[in-house]
């Protein structure tokens, strides 16, 4: 059996759709994503994606399971994952927006305010709106548009900057709304929850996951075996994501000197920090903040 080439996705291409609005490399809006050519192969995403579905349906496979999403559901779809098997309805219609990551990083003021929202995307992809919080999205859909479409305004990118982050922390509400009213957790998901608040918190200092074992009072095979488990992704991944996130914030919106952050996180040297961004990220951290 021969494997099959994983392609990246393409932000770029997406411009060249038809009724888009764009903002440099950076963002993509479109009502007429039941217009836009779709891939017949698998695509792995190398930025992300918010979409709300208004009519008809789709199912789709996102790193091999099964997705349906219904009127009213919205899409989110965090970057690095595997999209294949794309099906919409003949009737299907919606609204899409597609972000670098290194523009969502940018819009990112606190890495604790946002992480609920992709943390949960991460397990929970697809997530039903009530009627009030469809609308609210649909209302910073429209307001982002006009607002791209605005070129003269000399503020376009940071008044685009703002609305988003609202819009994320009003997205941010609805996963505490689901989390509240949704079925009891399991054992495997009360870990996991509990895991990733001792990341968000403590991985600027501490990296190995023997260390949140200990904190968690259970064995690093057991922890890496539930968390594989609930996420399909490791401890490791998990801890090297919140990491990356934390530099990239901090080389975007702070004036620290290189050296300074790799202080903050507790890295050996300056040298260390750049090897290891360069890892995960594909550039230097000099050349990432200079964008």
Not at 75 to 89: F, G, K, M, N, T
Not at 261 to 282: R, T
Request: glycine share 2%; with cysteine.
């Amino acid at each position: 059996m021969v494997n099959q080439q994983i392609k990246e996705s393409d932000l770029n291409k997406a411009k060249t759709w038809s009724e888009s609005v764009f903002m440099d490399d950076d963002l993509l809006l479109t009502e007429r994503i039941n217009e836009a050519p779709m891939p017949t192969e698998p695509r792995r995403m190398n930025f992300i994606l918010i979409g709300l579905c208004t009519r008809g349906k789709i199912i789709y496979q996102l790193d091999t399971r099964e997705k349906i999403i219904m009127p009213g559901d919205i899409l989110i779809v965090s970057e690095r994952h595997v999209v294949d098997h794309y099906q919409p309805s003949p009737d299907m219609q919606g609204l899409c927006m597609m972000l670098s990551v290194n523009f969502f990083h940018e819009i990112i003021q606190n890495v604790k305010d946002i992480s609920s929202l992709f943390l949960f995307s991460r397990t929970h992809p697809v997530i039903h709106l009530e009627p009030k919080e469809q609308d609210t999205f649909k209302e910073y859909f429209h307001v982002i548009q006009n607002k791209i479409s605005d070129k003269d305004n000399h503020f376009r990118k940071d008044l685009t900057r703002t609305l988003l982050l609202a819009m994320f922390y009003d997205l941010s509400n609805v996963i505490y709304r689901v989390l509240h009213n949704d079925k009891p957790q399991t054992r495997a998901e009360a870990i996991f929850a509990d895991f990733i608040r001792k990341v968000e918190n403590c991985c600027k200092q501490e990296r190995r996951v023997s260390w949140y074992a200990q904190e968690l009072h259970i064995t690093p095979k057991y922890l890496s075996e539930v968390i594989k488990a609930v996420s399909r992704r490791t401890p490791n991944e998990w801890i090297d994501d919140y990491v990356t996130m934390e530099l990239r914030v901090l080389l975007k919106n702070t004036s620290k000197s290189i050296k300074e952050i790799a202080q903050e996180l507790h890295f050996p040297n300056q040298s260390f920090l750049g090897k290891y961004f360069k890892e995960h990220v594909g550039v230097s951290p000099s050349e990432y903040r200079k964008g």
